[in-house]
């Protein structure tokens, strides 16, 4: 790692980077990663917690796995071959991430403790400076936001919540403090965090009730334990790992004919899904309440073996009634009925589609990120934003999937941002501007093809915005994206080049060729 340049300004010291990466989750490390293979060693990790890891770190509630199979859930370029299961628990997988940290001798570039809190770019310098909460500033010709889409956690706005007497907590806070052993509990929401928590903890707490506003559509895990023969297999041929991890992608991919294709071919998905609910759930009446009024994939599709199960325990009641306020003693339901509780679990969600900058940023003319984004992110290909020079966001708007591995989305990021930083080192470009008109066409685009997908078929989810648009998911299938990723078109950009190579007509020429 290049020795980083720390000179005091004032009272406060600046500590210079020539890439700054902010998040340390599986796009920061990526990143991090590529950058580290590719020679290019000036570059700092600013994480906030004490720890890498992002979502696998924050979300570790009780029965935390994660719904895509491992073998396509990591890395390409780092195939495990021991996974202990085919969906891996959260554990695991962030104990993935931190061998990465170790192998990829991440650790000096790490500065943990440290919030980004703005951002500004600096159009004499050409830099970004960037400020932390606890006051350190940090200066970077180029700016790589890794902060993901689902780490700002969604409280709902119901009256009383904070007049609560017990423990409340969100999942993606999970208090391990709190023994919930003999506990009445209650968790709000039935989303992909919920159904995962409720089978867990069933069996552990007096009374558990589950707050459903609306029923997910679910379908089986095919989870199953990967034994020491597979794993010694997959070490041994690691050819056979690459092939189980290609025919997980195709089948997933078939998935995105039905959700951005043709929504019509999901109908055999729901019959399979209600069939499933049907076997689960012998109760008429039970199963009512659990059937979804919505078609299957307009919201995320869950996987549980076990929810629906728990559900039926005696210990456990699902409650479809609309919360109406929270009282000191508990929740209070639309019906009148207060529910007693001692502790409360807001399995809520994330704040995904809204006010999404990562931080306050602000670009050329002091153009804010969030201000621009107010009625919904855009950006070009997730990745880069107009008015915001050098700025890269990694799992940024339009980027997520209904169907397959985030993975393979910030890995197809991660080709683009780093053929950008090898041209603007081979041209010697100083900084890359998106074309407005680039940004525009695309998502003019992008809106016309989400307005076909299951999506936009009548639900509220996270996925768009209170006014209706989509700004988290990707409407294609991912080979698509892929391919327009792997290139960085630097005529999609305006180009300003270093002032040493200014002076060189000779090299000036490389830039009209593009
Ligand atoms: P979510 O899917 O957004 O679910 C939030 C739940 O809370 C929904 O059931 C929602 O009901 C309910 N809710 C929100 N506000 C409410 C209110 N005021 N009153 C009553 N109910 C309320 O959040 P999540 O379960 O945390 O999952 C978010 C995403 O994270 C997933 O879609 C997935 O992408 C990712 N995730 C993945 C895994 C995994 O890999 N296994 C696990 C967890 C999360 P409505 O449906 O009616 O809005």
Redesign the pocket.
Known sequence: MQAEAVYTRGMSEEIRTHALVVGSGFAGLGMAIAMKQAGMDDFLILEAAEGVGGTWRD?HYPGA????ESHLYSFSFRPKADWSRMYAPQREILGYLEECVDAYGLGPHLHFGRRACGARYDARARRWKVETEDGTHYSAAVLISGTGG?SRPAY???AGLDSFGGATFH?ARWSDDVDLRHKRVGV???????I?IVPEIASDVRELTV?Q??A?WIVARPDRAIGKVEQALFRRMPALQLLARKAIYLRRELLALGFVVDPRLLKVAERMAAAYLAKCVPDLELRRKLTPDYRLGC??VLLSNDYYQSLQRPNVQLETEA?ERIEPRGVVTRDGRLHDLDVLVL????AAAEAVAPFPVRGVDGSELDALWQDGAEAYLGTTVARFPNLFTIVGPNTGLGHSSMVFMIESQIAYILDCLRQMRRHEIAAVTLRPEIQRAYNRDLAARLERTVWASGC?S?YRTASGKNTTLWPGFTFEFWWRTRHFDLGDYELEFDAARDERPETRRVSLAN
């Open positions: 979300n796995a994660c719904d895509v689902l709902p706005d119901i999942s709000i929401g039935t989303g992909a965090s919920a995962q707050f506003r609306s997910p919201k995320r919360i399995a809520t969600g994330f509220r996270w």
